[in-house]
Nanobody
Framework: QLMLVESGGGLVQPGGSLSLSCRSS????????IAWFRQAPGKEREGVLC????????TYQDSVKGRFTISRDIAKNTVYLQMNSLKPEDTAVYYC???????????????WGQGTPVTVSS
């Protein structure tokens, strides 16, 4: 059974950086869209960034433009979310998800990781 395994979350001070990883156990990340979502306490899950199998990445949150980037290592079958200049409002559980195409809707993605928590606090 396909599994998406996230890692890299933790506690970081404002202005710091974290890199999250999402490894696919079976399906190749080269052939599918991989998106990062996040869910802050008491809020709905929201899309952050998505990397399609072909084409340019898609940003769903204006607040992360210029700070977050998404990339893919096909050899490791892993997608990364590099987060720089972190702010307290970035605090959330971050999830990766796999789908056929990038779309800003939870139902577009068939597989989800278990989530990794990110806390931005001094």
């Amino acid at each position: 059974q396909l599994m998406l395994v996230e890692s890299g979350g933790g506690l970081v001070q404002p202005g710091g950086s974290l890199s999250l990883s999402c490894r696919s156990s079976e399906l190749s990340v080269d052939y599918y869209a991989i998106a990062w979502f996040r869910q802050a306490p008491g809020k709905e899950r929201e899309g952050v960034l998505c990397i399609p199998s072909r084409g340019t990445t898609v940003t769903y949150q204006d607040s992360v433009k210029g700070r977050f980037t998404i990339s893919r290592d096909i050899a490791k079958n892993t997608v990364y979310l590099q987060m720089n200049s972190l702010k307290p409002e970035d605090t959330a559980v971050y999830y990766c998800a796999l789908g056929l195409r990038c779309a800003n809707g939870l139902s577009e993605y068939s597989y989800w990781g278990q989530g990794t928590p990110v806390t931005v606090s001094s």
